[in-house]
């Protein structure tokens, strides 16, 4: 059957239609909350972009072969406009023929993440071998309390925050990696740092107490070897202070791993001050309060020290960009806490320095508008049409109550939902000044809406939730849009660091992988339940990887993040109407 002309544009509808609200939410598998990508998609049955009147398909006679007795989600779906307009897109026809298709389309969560970078999958989909045991890698890692992104948030927020110090540790890997394995051990002592000193210029002396702690502190306590004589007074105030003797009890085989590398603490505490700056108390305490995470990237050294540059390149570029609000400690604590275990959303954000910016200005405004990603990307797509809203919010929730404005027609669900929701609107009430600075950002805000996957990465609502938590912080950040991407890009840097850090657990041949497909596994990691269920399905794969150039393209649509998200998609996939009706458009 012929389809009328329909096209996916930017602008105004000119039809208004009564919407099926689905709820289908992709949650992210990663431990503590941490935010991944291709966590939130639009819904309610439209496409955040204008679609033309058009007239409706009518499917063939609905049989058993399609759905179950009663059930109308396949038929209701082949009603929306984001599937008629995928009827008629080239790369989606051509890969909804492809043999595989229906299996890809029973994994719809992994496909959307997929779809977000399909270069970082193309070559990856080709091996469904390695595709599994990256996969299955993904998961024991999202697992693991020591990998999750809330522990690298805390990791990298307790380098930010004592960069000096870290920036001194990345100079020396091989000691800055037996650190991290025991940083309680060198928190105790190094409250005494000439008896850390003395200890670290001869190790190999000190290995004979990893069997016999309690020696240590006798010999302490009398300063009776002649590498304690040097120090004699803080060996003995050392040796008194039962707390600390505590900790070297519980870690005495840090005293052996000191001594397999001597040499390189030998050095360590020949350069006096990178040695004081890296082993001050403050920063050795950060790291035993994130003890677990600083212990599993230790098995790098040389990541482990890439990790804290890229901390210390944060903190500057946070200092700079908040010179003139002298940002406090807390705060930068907090800023780094949140970037880094969110990091792949606040990527995405990165790219569109100018929306980043103004969201991360008025963090509360957003977070409440994310809520509601339908209207806030149709919002998005013309903001200037909003500006008249700063001076009389009223009038906004009564404009979204019967979605009387042409730019709200397409997401009416969605604004009557926002209209009805009280505490959102005293939100964007309490900050109405906001439409205003959103409108002098339309052109960023469109181009971030015309991208689907970036926006419902970028704008999901446990990220917008995090900065509105932090909002001074964020502020004070937001004053140099440039600077704020760049502090994302170092976040995102350690976190890639810390990922390959934690894969080092595996053996070498799925280290390997993980360093061969970086961006394939970060993506993984934000589902890993999703991926572990692709893995299972060859054929699934084979059709990504033929179709790689056409997924590519259809990333860009806001229709056909919309349509893979309806939860009646994978059902669809598998009906004859549904390709029949494909395979008839033009």
Not at 4 to 17: A, C, D, K, L, M
Not at 38 to 42: G, I, N, T, V, W
Not at 44 to 60: K, L, M, N, V
Not at 207 to 212: E, G, I, S
């Given at each position: 059957?012929?389809f ?14 009564k919407?099926i ?10 431990a503590a909350?941490?935010?991944?990508i ?5 819904i ?17 006679q609905?049989?058993d ?8 989600s ?5 009603q929306?406009?984001?599937?008629e307009?995928?009827?008629?897109n080239?790369s ?6 492809d043999?595989g ?18 270069k ?6 080709k091996?469904?071998?390695?595709f599994a ?5 993904a998961q ?10 809330q522990?690298?948030?805390e ?19 091989a ?5 991290a ?11 005494y ?5 003395a200890?670290?210029?001869n190790?190999?002396a ?21 590498e304690?004589?040097?120090?004699a ?12 003797m505590?900790?070297?009890t ?13 040499v390189?603490f030998?050095s ?7 040695f004081?700056a890296?082993?001050?108390?403050q ?9 677990a995470?600083?212990?599993?990237a230790?098995?790098?050294p ?16 946070l ?5 003139a ?9 907090q ?15 990165a ?8 969201m ?18 149709a919002?998005s797509?013309?903001?200037?049409a909003?500006?008249?809203f700063?001076?009389n919010?009223a009038?906004?929730q ?20 926002l ?32 991208n689907a996957?970036a ?8 990220t ?5 938590r ?11 849009a440039?600077?704020l ?5 170092s976040a ?6 810390a ?6 657990s595996?053996?070498?041949?799925v ?30 794969l084979a059709?990504?990887a033929?179709n790689?150039s056409a997924v ?19 059902a669809a996939?598998q ?12």
């Open positions: 059957m012929a009328p002309p329909i096209t996916e544009n930017v602008g105004q509808s000119r039809v208004s239609r919407a609200l689905l709820t289908g939410v992709i949650a992210l598998a990663v909350g941490a935010v991944g291709a966590q939130r998609f639009p309610d049955g439209t496409t955040a972009g204008t679609i033309a009147p058009a007239q409706r398909y009518i499917a063939p609905v049989g072969a399609d759905i179950t007795l009663g059930d109308t396949v038929p209701r779906l082949m929306t406009d984001a599937f307009v995928m009827a008629r080239p989606f026809r051509s890969l909804a023929a043999p298709f229906s299996a890809l389309a029973q994994n719809s969560q992994a496909m959307a993440i997929m779809a977000a970078n399909p970082a999958f193309a070559q990856l989909a091996s469904p071998e390695a045991r990256l996969a299955a890698h024991a890692i999202a697992n693991d309390a020591g990998a999750s992104a522990a690298q948030g990791m990298f927020a307790a380098m930010a925050t004592n960069a000096k110090a870290f920036e001194a540790f990345s100079g020396n890997a000691a800055f990696s037996d650190v394995a025991s940083p309680a051990f060198f928190a105790a002592i190094s409250r740092p000439q008896a850390m000193n200890i670290a210029l190790a190999e000190f290995k004979q107490f990893a069997r016999n702690p309690a020696a240590f502190q006798k010999a302490a306590a009398e300063a009776n070897m002649p304690m004589r040097s120090a007074s803080s060996f003995r105030s050392l040796a008194r202070d039962s707390a600390a505590t900790q070297v519980n870690n005495a085989d840090a005293f052996a791993r000191m001594a397999a590398r001597s390189a030998a360590f505490a020949r350069n006096t001050a990178a004081n890296a082993l001050n108390s920063a050795l305490d950060a790291m035993a309060r994130s003890a995470a600083f212990r599993a230790a098995a790098r040389e990541a482990l020290a890439s990790m804290a540059r890229s901390a210390s390149a944060f903190s500057s570029q200092r700079a960009s908040s010179a609000n002298a940002v406090s400690m807390a705060s930068e604590a800023v780094a806490k949140a970037i880094a275990a969110n990091s792949a959303a606040f990527s995405a954000m790219a569109n320095p100018a929306a980043f910016a103004e991360a200005s008025h963090a509360a405004f957003y977070s409440a508008l994310s809520r509601y990603p339908e209207a806030l990307n919002m797509l013309d903001a200037s909003f500006a008249s700063a001076k919010p009038a906004f009564k404009a979204a109550a019967e979605a009387s404005m042409p730019q709200m027609r397409s997401a009416a669900n969605s604004f009557q939902a209209a009805r929701d009280s505490a959102a609107i005293a939100t964007l009430s309490a900050d109405a000044s906001a439409f205003s600075s959103f409108a002098r950002q339309a052109v960023a805000f469109n181009a971030l809406a015309r996957a926006m419902r990465l970028a704008t999901n609502a446990q917008m939730d995090v900065m509105a932090n909002a001074a912080a964020f502020r004070s950040a937001a004053a140099d440039a600077s991407s760049a502090m994302v890009r995102d840097a350690f976190s890639s660091q990922r390959s850090a934690a894969a080092m595996a053996n070498a041949q280290a390997a992988m993980v360093a061969a497909s970086p961006q394939a596994f970060a993506m993984m990691q934000s589902n890993p339940q999703a991926f572990s269920q692709l893995a299972r399905q060859p054929q699934a059709t990504f033929r790689a590519s393209q259809l990333a860009q649509s806001q229709a056909f993040a919309s349509l893979i998200a309806n939860p009646a998609f994978a996939a009906s004859p109407s549904f390709a029949e009706a494909i395979s008839g458009a033009r």
